[in-house]
C-alpha cells in the first residue's frame, strides 16, 4: 500500500463550478500537510499548507484536513482556466521528506 | 513565498556525456535540499536529500556514482548526471527546506528536462 493515495484523474469541470481534490494516506504520524500546484513542465508551487486537522482557506482555496480518517482535501471555487494544471498532495512528519500523491490533473473548461 | 533557482531549465546532451544542474535558495538558507525526478504523468520521487557540509543521503536504488550531489554552501546544490544516458532522460527538480516562523516548508525550482540522445 502507497503511503499516499491520490486520483491521477483526469478531472474536467466547468468554469465558474467548485473543484474538490482528495488525497488519503495511512501514516498516522504524518501531521503536515501541503498541497501544490504543477504547471506542465515546471516545479511545484505550494499553495497551502497546514499542520494536523482543522480547515485553512486562502482566497478561492480551502484545505481540509481529517486525521481521524487520514483524509484531506482541497477545494477551489470559483474555478478558472488558469487553475488548470496538476495538484499534488504532499505530507511528513516532523522530519524532512514529504511523501506526494501522484497528482491530479485538472482542466477548466471556458 | 520562497524563491528556489534551478539551472538549466532544460539540456540536450550525447550519451556518455556529465551533466551539472543546479539549485540556488536565493532569499533563504537552506541547509537541506532535495532532489526529485518526475517522469510524465507520474509524481516526484525522492532521489537525495543533500545537507550543507556533509555527505548526500540517496534513496534506495538511486546510484549515488552516477548522481553525484554537492551540496558546498548554505544557498547552493548541484546534482550531476554522471556519464548519461537515454535512460537518464526525464524532468529533475529540485527543492529547498525553508524555515520560517516555526513551519517548515518546501519550495521547488522551476526543474530541468534532461534529454540524452
Known amino acids: 500500500q502507497k503511503e499516499v493515495e491520490q486520483d491521477p484523474g483526469p478531472l474536467s469541470v466547468p468554469e465558474g463550478a467548485i473543484v474538490s481534490l482528495n488525497c488519503t494516506y495511512s501514516?498516522?504520524?504524518?501531521?503536515?500537510f501541503m498541497w501544490y500546484r504543477q504547471y506542465s513542465r515546471k516545479g511545484p508551487e505550494l499553495l497551502m499548507y497546514?499542520?494536523?486537522?482543522g480547515n485553512k482557506e486562502d482566497g478561492r482555496f480551502t484545505a481540509q484536513v481529517d486525521k481521524s480518517s487520514k483524509y484531506i482535501s482541497l477545494f477551489i471555487r470559483d474555478s478558472q482556466p488558469s487553475d488548470s494544471a496538476t495538484y499534488l498532495c504532499?505530507?511528513?512528519?516532523?522530519?524532512?521528506?514529504?511523501?506526494f500523491g501522484t497528482g491530479t490533473r485538472l482542466t477548466v473548461i471556458p | 513565498g520562497a524563491v528556489v533557482s534551478q539551472h538549466p531549465s532544460r539540456v540536450i546532451c550525447k550519451s556518455g556525456t556529465s551533466v551539472k544542474i543546479e539549485c540556488r535558495s536565493l532569499?533563504?538558507?537552506?541547509?537541506?535540499m532535495f532532489w526529485y525526478r518526475q517522469f510524465p504523468k507520474q509524481s516526484l520521487m525522492l532521489m537525495a536529500t543533500?545537507?550543507?557540509?556533509?555527505?548526500?543521503?540517496?534513496e534506495q536504488g538511486v546510484e549515488k556514482d552516477k548522481f553525484l550531489i554537492n551540496h558546498a554552501s548554505l544557498t547552493l546544490s548541484t546534482l550531476t548526471v554522471t556519464s548519461a544516458h537515454p535512460e537518464d532522460s526525464s524532468f529533475y527538480i529540485c527543492?529547498?527546506?525553508?524555515?520560517?516562523?516555526?513551519?517548515?516548508?518546501?519550495?521547488f525550482g522551476s526543474g530541468t528536462q534532461l534529454s540524452v540522445l
Open positions: 501514516n498516522s504520524a504524518f501531521q503536515y
Open positions: 527543492s529547498a527546506d525553508h524555515r520560517g516562523n516555526g513551519n517548515e516548508k518546501l519550495f
Open positions: 504532499a505530507m511528513k512528519t516532523g522530519a524532512n521528506n514529504l511523501f
Open positions: 532569499d533563504f538558507q537552506a541547509t537541506t
Open positions: 543533500s545537507n550543507e557540509g556533509s555527505k548526500a543521503t540517496y
Open positions: 497546514t499542520y494536523s486537522s
